[in-house]
C-alpha cells in the first residue's frame, strides 16, 4: 500500500476537524476510516422516509455554542435555523416547562408567586436538611430546590438515567439545580444555538469535500486484513489520529472504563404531530423510558416535505453500557478517573498518534467542544506531527 502523510480513525467531528484542517494549512493526503458504515460519528442523522422527519441516530444533537472560533469555523460549512431549544415534562398527568422555572412552579403549586415570593419559598422548602451534609443524591436535591420540586421532576428521573435508586446514588452526581425565578424557559444559555439547515450529514459532508480526503468506511482499525489497521500503520511510522475508545486501544490491559449507554424504541404515530414540541421528559417512576424525541418537531421549517399524518418517536431508555454497546456518557466515578489517568499515561508514550474526541479521551463533550479540542490539537498535536 501507498500509504497517505496522516490516517484518521474515527470520521466523527473529532477526525473531520482534523482532517479539513490538515489538508486546509498543509495540503496533506488524509485518509480517514471509521468502523460504521457512515460518516459523522454520534451527530449523524439521515431523513426517515415515512414521515420526512431527521432522525438523529445516535440521540437527539442540538448545536449551541458561546466561542467565537468555533462558531465561525461551523458556520463555513453550513448554516443554521432559528431553532430553540425548549424542553417540557409530564408528570403526574400533568405537563409542565423545564428547566425548572417560575411557570413550573406557579403551575405544579397552583399559585401565582412572583419571583421573590417563589424564591422565599424554595429557599424555606431546601432548609428541610439545612446543617447536615447531603449523604446521598435524595439529601442532596432537596438541601438544593426542597422536597416536592426535587421528588417531582429530579428524583425518578435521575433514578432511571442511573437505573439506581437515587438514595443509593452519590451525592456528587448533582452540584446545582438551577431554578429560574422568571418565565424563560430556553433551555441553553449560549450565544448561538441552531440546527443545520440542511442536516447534520450534508454539514459533516462538506467539511471533508476535498480530492485529498479519503474515507473508508465499515473498516476496523484493529483489524489486521485491512490496510489502515493499528500494527502496520506503525510499522510503517504514518501518524494517527485515534478518536475511538483509548481503552480499547491498549486492548483493555488495565481495565474497562465505565459507560452509559441509551437504547432507543422507535415508535410510529397515525397523526401529524404527537407531543407538539421535540423533546417530551417523563418525571415519574411508572414511564420506564427518561424521554421521547419526536424528531419533526426540530424542523417546523420544513413541513413542506414532511408527512402531515404521520410522525416519529423515538423513547429513550438508559443503562450501564457493557462491551460492544454504544457507549455515550462516561460513568466517571473516581475508579474511572484513576483508570483514565493510567490510559493517558500509556498513550502519552505513543509518539506518532494523537488521541482525541470523547472516546479518545473518556470525556463528555458537546459538539461546539469537540471543534474547539480538535482545531487545537491540529495546532498543538498534529500540524507537528506532519511537518516532521
Ligand atoms: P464520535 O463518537 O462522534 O466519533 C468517533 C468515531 O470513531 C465513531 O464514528 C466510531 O464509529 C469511530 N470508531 C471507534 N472505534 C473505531 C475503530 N476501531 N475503527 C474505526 N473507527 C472507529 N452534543 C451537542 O453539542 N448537543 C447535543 O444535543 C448532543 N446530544 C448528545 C446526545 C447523546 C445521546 C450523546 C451520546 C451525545 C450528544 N452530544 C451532543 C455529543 C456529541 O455526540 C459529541 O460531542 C460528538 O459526537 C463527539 O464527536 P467525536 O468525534 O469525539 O466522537
Redesign the pocket.
Known sequence: VEYPDLVI???????LTVAQQAVEHLGVRVQI????DHI????YSYMDEETGAEVHK???????TSNKRVWDYVNRFTSFTNYVHRVYATHDGVVYPLPINLGTINQFFGAHYTPAEAKALIAEQAGELAGTDPANLNDKGISLIGRPLYEAFIKNYTGKQWQTDPSELPAGIINRLPVRFNYDNRYFRDTWEGLPTDGYTKWMERMIDDSRISVSLS????DASQPYNKEALKAAGVPVVY???ID?YFDYRLGDLKWRT?DFKEVRYDEGDHFGCPVMNYSDADVPYTRAIEFKNFNPERADSQNPNKTVVWEEYSRFAERGDEP??PVNTAADKELYAQYEQLAASEANTVF?????TYK???????IDTALTAYENQVAPLLRK
Open positions: 480513525v474515527g470520521a466523527g467531528l473529532f477526525g476510516i471509521d468502523v460504521r459523522g460519528g454520534n451527530a445516535y440521540g437527539a444533537h442540538l448545536f449551541h473498516t476496523d482499525f484493529f478518536t475511538g475508545p480499547r441509551v455515550y456518557y482525541g474526541g470523547r472516546l479518545g463528555y463533550y458537546d459538539m461546539h467542544n469537540v
